[in-house]
């Protein structure tokens, strides 16, 4: 037992409201754990953040509902400025509604800046494991954040998530496919499947609920999410392969209604802000602050695109996919966007965002390929944004979706080895998806050479663990040898240095990286 469990098991039975009794007076106690899900914790303000958990004695019941029952729960939340819960700053309680699946989000605020703090619940006389959290600062206090995507749970176990979460990171960015709405077998990896989806594709609302229960029951993820607060993005897996804005490549009919459920049960499982919901919709772009070091611009790149050009996939020849009026932000976002680079006064800048930007020629030899449901295939607006960047003070580039660490150079013309580069990319592989990965030395060097602004890339799965100072950000590639069983260590199998080339006041390219 670690030291948190020891703690939380310690301490088991001393929650006890800070500020009244119970409101919950004539419960019914539950016949089981309500917390199987785990507790969370996400986008962090100067004075506040968002606490999360969902109730579920039964998580893989049928109807997505957790085995609940249909009457709302009420749910108590302490959080404190100690791991023992002995110095207690807020309590309260909270509304656990059936008809959001019986999920609670916590909106706090007026708490200290850069503070940690830990959190937990009680419902229906039952106690919750204990997460830590944190406020952000308000000067240029450095930051250790970790990047992660991608966790397909039949292609292998949550190793990865461990491994993050004993590093204790101040923030974890999740940026996109947080889980696989396949059907089981629906997407083999290249090992054999290690786990099994619950069954069918995910199309109705019970079906996302029930698919999310089964990745929030994992230990490994559990524990990630306990161990520091999440910026979380969605990309396509957590509806559906590919989608783009109002397009669907399976089933359009439906699609609209299918999306808009696939939305609600994202937010019911994730600790997001309430205004982030708007009808069939959910905003997640956003901008979160580390005091003045360091801004995250967080991008929507699938909500509000336009369909792939030339019928989607790796392609070449399309020369659909350089229009400059083909949008993959939307007119508003992009504005948004402009914006706040314009406007932003930290040291650093990070955009995450889901799809990868750098150009990828996927063909070895004479002629390209690319990846047209990536910035590749909206080539025209990437212009524009790298535009944008070129401007703005030290960026930086957090990417998923490949299930490849990559390190990249952007460049305002990727053909022309002596273009200026405007910012880096740095890209996570992914925590389960696609299987143990492998190490091709014939395939990385055949993709360095025909993407020689690329540098680095590892088929292994893992995540990575950046530290941002004053002076330069610093970025491990972790990376474990198998998923395929327990127990990988996480190695740093490469580092890079991006060192601070410019202020908000004075502007010039970057660098490139050490």
Known sequence: MDRRAFLTAATAGLLVPHSAAPASASYRTLRSDPFTLGVASGDPSADGFVLWTRLAVDPLSGDGRGGMPSRDVEVDWQVSADERFS????????????????????????????REYFYRFRGEGRLSPSGRTRTTPTGETPLTFAVAACAHFEHGYYTAYRRLAEQEPDLVVFLGDYLYEYAPSGYTALGRRVRTHT???????????????????????????????????FDDHEVENNWAGSHSSTDA??????????????????????????????RVNRRVSWGKLARFHLLDTRQFRDDQACSDGVRAGCDDRLDERRT???????????????????????????????????????????????WDGYAGERTRVLGALARTANPVVLTGDVHMHHAAELKTDFDDP?????????????????????????????????????????????????????????????????????????TTSHRLTIPATTSANALSAPHRPG
Request: charge should be positive; aromatic fraction near 8%; proline fraction near 4%.
């Open 418 to 490: 002596d273009s200026p580069v405007v910012a880096n990319e740095v890209v996570a592989t992914s925590i389960s998806s696609d299987g143990d990965g492998y190490r091709d030395k014939t395939f990385i060097a055949e993709a360095l050479q025909e993407n020689p602004h690329i540098s680095y890339i590892d088929q292994r799965r893992g995540y990575l663990i950046a530290r941002v100072t004053r002076d330069d950000l610093t970025v491990d590639y972790r990376t474990l040898d198998y998923i395929s069983r327990r127990g990988a260590l996480a």
């Open 253 to 282: 009919p439906a699609f609209a209604r299918r999306r808009a459920e696939a939305f609600r049960a994202y937010y019911e499982n994730m600790p997001l802000r309430r205004a982030g919901l708007h009808g069939a919709s959910l």
């Open 199 to 233: 069954p069918g594709k995910c199309q109705t609302l019970a079906d996302y609920r029930l698919r999310h229960a089964q990745y929030k029951s994992d230990r490994d993820l559990q524990a990630a999410h306990r161990a520091a607060p999440w910026l979380a993005l």
């Open 87 to 114: 110095k207690i700053v807020r309590s309260g309680t909270a509304t656990a509604r059936a008809s959001a699946a019986h999920s609670v989000h916590v909106e706090l605020e007026g708490l200290q800046p850069g």
């Open 328 to 374: 993959l932000l939307g007119e508003d976002q992009w504005r948004w966007l402009e914006s706040g680079l314009s406007a932003s006064d930290t040291r650093w800048n990070l955009l995450g965002q889901q799809i990868l930007m750098a150009q990828r020629d996927f063909k070895v030899g004479p002629g390209r390929e690319v990846n047209l449901d990536s």
